[in-house]
């Protein structure tokens, strides 16, 4: 199993542009995160998805959009790049236990995005 | 309201010390559970240990165990017998409830240093 793939490892994006991050598992897990992470800091969540078709918001979605058209991948969208979103992403996906309760997220290697 | 606060930004043990780094939580919730994790300087997020909040038993992994005191709402990871290998952020996360997608809400994190 590779786990949770994100590409590309690193970026360089002028401002105003936009680009897709991608991420795809292969443990068949429902859930499924993006999570940024600014220097320093802990990780905050920008949107999830409980299953194919189903997304939401998380604490700072503004100037992202996701999709989750299969289980495997969950891409996020940049749209018009600010430098506010310099920052290391992350891809997380997990999956509920027998009793419904959250087991832990198994994150990718992360992408590091420079805003210019 | 900060839901998990972790006051000590930086630490230094000397190498084969236990050294316990502290967590605290918030939550009205009677079902949660607790993580903390290890991210090297290479950038990874690697998961270390869980504590639900209905055991009884405090959570062991290998060198991991985690101090879980319900009424004080704390969960402090204690590691036993610190190797070089340890220097790294530790961050401590929570999942409330069978809260809509088993969302993490993560702490900002301490850096720890192992001294030879």
């Known amino acids: 199993n590779a786990g949770v793939t994100q590409t590309p490892k690193f970026r360089i994006l002028k401002i105003g542009q936009s680009m897709t991050l991608q991420c795809t598992q292969d443990?068949?897990?429902?859930?499924m995160y993006w999570y940024r992470q600014d220097p320093g800091m802990g990780l905050k969540l920008i949107y999830y998805?409980?299953?194919?078709?189903?997304?939401d918001k998380g604490e700072v979605p503004n100037g992202y959009n996701v999709s989750r058209s299969t289980t495997e991948d969950f891409p996020l969208r940049l749209e018009l790049a600010a430098p506010s979103q310099t920052s290391v992403y992350f891809c997380?996906?997990?999956?509920?236990?027998?009793?419904?309760?959250?087991?832990?997220?198994?994150f990718g290697q992360g992408t590091r995005l420079t805003v210019v | 309201a900060q839901k998990i606060t972790q006051t000590q930004p930086g630490m230094f043990v000397q190498e084969k010390e236990a050294v316990t780094l502290d967590c605290t939580y918030d939550?009205?919730?009677?079902?949660?559970?607790l993580f903390w994790y290890k991210q090297p300087s290479s950038g990874e997020m690697i998961f270390l240990i869980y504590?639900?909040?209905?055991?009884?038993q405090n959570a062991t992994e290998g060198r991991y165990s985690l101090n879980f005191q319900k009424a004080r709402k704390s969960a402090n990871l204690v590691i036993s017998a610190s190797q070089l290998g340890d220097s790294a952020m530790y961050f401590c996360?929570?999942?409330?409830?069978?809260?809509?997608?088993?969302?993490?809400?993560f702490g900002a994190g301490t850096i720890l240093r192992v001294k030879s």
């Open positions: 997380a996906s997990s999956y509920p236990d027998v009793e419904g309760r959250g087991t832990e997220a198994f």
């Open positions: 996360a929570m999942r409330e409830g069978r809260e809509y997608g088993n969302k993490l809400v």
């Open positions: 504590q639900g909040s209905y055991d009884e």
């Open positions: 443990m068949n897990h429902n859930y």
């Open positions: 998805s409980v299953g194919a078709g189903i997304t």
């Open positions: 939550t009205s919730d009677q079902s949660y559970g």
